[in-house]
């Protein structure tokens, strides 16, 4: 939360040479929790690559729940006023699936009467696949997936740092997976909605 509160502190105080932002809003999925690198670093990287002139803001705090990123969010998108896509990563951490879910369409459709474009990635211990694009497509967001899509469950891409069998959270070669599974989603999106 410090290193978020800092980032919109610099990003209300600075000036910078970027066209626009992407906000990603999340858990520590985002911020790829143990490893060093969110993979919205790489994120970044790719998009330089592609001469892309953007930048990822990385909005994600470990433990956080739905019911408490609307702030975040809003405080974000002031701090940021050019971001021009948020990519939104709700989370395990609420259990309790309704109120989950409950927050997460809140937040989805505050964004969605904003008329920011919006990429919704899931958690599969929270909704299936086929829910999780329903509630996307409801609310007129572009839907990733689940936050693992496409990346192994194994010690070169996952931590193990959770009870139960599913790898817990990304090592750095997992985000920077994840990332590159990512951008071509933001291109999409960029193109459609025909951002500068």
């Not at 330089?48 to 433990?63: L, P, R, Y």
């Not at 997936?145 to 891409?157: I, M, Y």
């Not at 817990?168 to 960029?190: E, R, S």
Request: glycine letters at 8%; proline letters at 4%; aromatic letters at 10%.
């Amino acid at each position: 939360m410090k290193n978020l509160i800092i980032s919109l502190a610099l990003g209300l105080l600075s000036t910078n040479s970027f066209g626009f932002e992407i906000f990603a809003l999340g858990t520590s999925n985002t911020n790829c929790k143990g490893a060093g690198q969110a993979y919205t670093s790489t994120l970044n990287d790719l998009l330089a690559q592609e001469k892309i002139n953007a930048q990822v803001i990385n909005a994600g705090v470990d433990g956080d729940r739905p019911q408490f990123m609307m702030p975040r969010l809003e405080q974000g998108l002031k701090a940021y006023p050019n971001a021009k896509i948020v990519i939104f990563e709700p989370g395990p951490n609420e259990r309790n699936k309704s109120f989950n879910l409950e927050a997460s369409d809140e937040i989805l459709k505050y964004l969605q009467a904003a008329k920011m474009p919006t990429i919704y990635v899931s958690h599969g211990a929270i909704e299936s696949n086929d829910e999780a694009e329903q509630r996307a497509k409801k609310y007129g967001a572009y839907y990733y997936g689940h936050w693992t899509k496409n990346v192994p469950v194994d010690r070169d891409h996952r931590q193990f740092d959770m009870n139960g069998n599913s790898g817990g959270h990304m090592t750095v070669a997992g985000c920077q997976l994840w990332a590159k599974n990512m951008l071509p989603f933001i291109k999409q999106v960029i193109k459609e909605a025909n951002i500068k």
